[in-house]
T-cell receptor
Framework: QKEVEQDPGPLSVPEGAIVSLNCTYS??????FMWYRQYSRKGPELLMY????GNKEDGRFTAQVDKSSKYISLFIRDSQPSDSATYLC??????????????FGPGTSLSVIP | GAGVSQSPRYKVAKRGQDVALRCDPI?????LFWYQQALGQGPEFLTY????????KSGLPSDRFFAERPEGSVSTLKIQRTQQEDSAVYLC??????????????FGEGSRLTVL
């Protein structure tokens, strides 16, 4: 079993829809949680970076962390065709050297249809 | 430069050839990471450096893979006697902070290796 699991999709939604993307993880040492967006043939770029449990909002994006359930989510409101990409969850534990490497989920492919 | 630069962007190698992939991180970034990304998969950790010290190489798939960062800046990932299963995109990322302080990873566009 991988340390980080994510539904690979593909997920196809109409423009304007609310999108929910999710990851589960097994290692309770993880403390920092991230969402990266990766366009085709490009490197991943950071969308959201959160610590511990709770919500964080940035524009149309909301990241949610539930450490008790080892479950994180990314919500995209008013989705746009430009949001079409692969979304990668990632996590690490910077205070512990052996876990300072960032571990990624397999990614969810999202298409937003105009 | 302004971002992480990787070269070559595309490399085709015959099975058994040696390849070297270069990463030029953002100036001043202390930490440098290498990841392997197979088609349709997320990046898989290979190794990381703090300055010139290789702190973790647990993700390197075999002893054919070797990475170095001799002066704490540019890094090279070398793959000896390439095999078809080595075909993937190799991503390099750098981070400003040292080990233990976290922070954002900045990725290059990757080097796409195809082994025939």
């Amino acid at each position: 079993q991988k340390e980080v699991e994510q539904d690979p999709g593909p997920l196809s939604v109409p423009e304007g829809a609310i999108v929910s993307l999710n990851c589960t993880y097994s290692n309770s040492a993880f403390q920092y949680f991230m969402w990266y967006r990766q366009y085709s043939r490009k490197g991943p770029e950071l969308l959201m970076y959160t610590y511990s449990s709770g919500n964080k909002e940035d524009g149309r994006f909301t990241a949610q962390v539930d450490k008790s359930s080892k479950y994180i989510s990314l919500f995209i409101r008013d989705s746009q065709p430009s949001d079409s990409a692969t979304y990668l969850c990632a996590m690490h534990a910077p205070g512990k050297t052996s876990y300072d490497k960032v571990i990624f989920g397999p990614g969810t492919s999202l298409s937003v249809i105009p | 430069g302004a971002g992480v630069s990787q070269s070559p962007r595309y490399k085709v190698a015959k099975r058994g050839q040696d390849v070297a992939l270069r990463c030029d991180p953002i100036s001043g970034h202390v930490s440098l990471f290498w990841y392997q990304q197979a088609l349709g998969q997320g990046p898989e950790f290979l190794t990381y450096f703090q300055n010139e010290a290789q702190l973790d190489k647990s993700g390197l798939p075999s002893d054919r893979f070797f990475a170095e960062r001799p002066e704490g800046s540019v890094s090279t990932l070398k793959i000896q006697r390439t095999q078809q299963e080595d075909s993937a995109v190799y991503l390099c990322a750098s981070r400003k902070k040292t080990v233990g302080l976290g922070g954002e990873l900045f990725f290059g566009e990757g080097s796409r290796l195809t082994v025939l």
